[in-house]
Nanobody
Framework: LQFVESGGGLVQAGGSLRLSCEASGFTLDNYAVAWFRHGPREEREPLSCIRADGTTIDYEDYADLVKGRFTISRDSAKNTVYLQMNNLNPLDTGIYYC????????????????WGQGTQVTVSS
């Protein structure tokens, strides 16, 4: 599976970014796609996931951290999944990854086989 994350960068606290996960050679509509963040913790944190049927889920353990600020969506015509991030704060700094998975969404990063190189997000105070 080939896909690439983009849209990261340096932003001031309170700003917004939209991350993209663009696929080629396969159709994202047929997969669940999750966004993860690799921040200070050793493990990648699941943020949210969009299922093949278009429904979304925010992962319980981390939902409070991003609740109301991050929104996952998909543009089938562009074969791209997005993560809209608003009201960013320095704690959001990290490398953001998307990961497609056949069948259903699941939180643990170990259950995802395919990973991109990620996109760096840095939020300054």
């Amino acid at each position: 599976l080939q896909f690439v994350e983009s849209g990261g960068g340096l932003v001031q606290a309170g700003g917004s970014l939209r991350l993209s996960c663009e696929a080629s050679g396969f159709t994202l509509d047929n997969y669940a796609v999750a966004w993860f963040r690799h921040g200070p913790r050793e493990e990648r944190e699941p943020l949210s996931c969009i299922r093949a049927d278009g429904t979304t889920i925010d992962y319980e353990d981390y939902a409070d951290l991003v609740k109301g600020r991050f929104t996952i969506s998909r543009d089938s015509a562009k074969n791209t999944v997005y993560l809209q991030m608003n009201n960013l704060n320095p704690l959001d700094t990290g490398i953001y990854y998307c990961a497609p998975r056949s069948k259903f969404c699941t939180p643990p990063p170990a259950t995802y086989v395919y990973w991109g190189q990620g996109t760096q997000v840095t939020v300054s105070s």
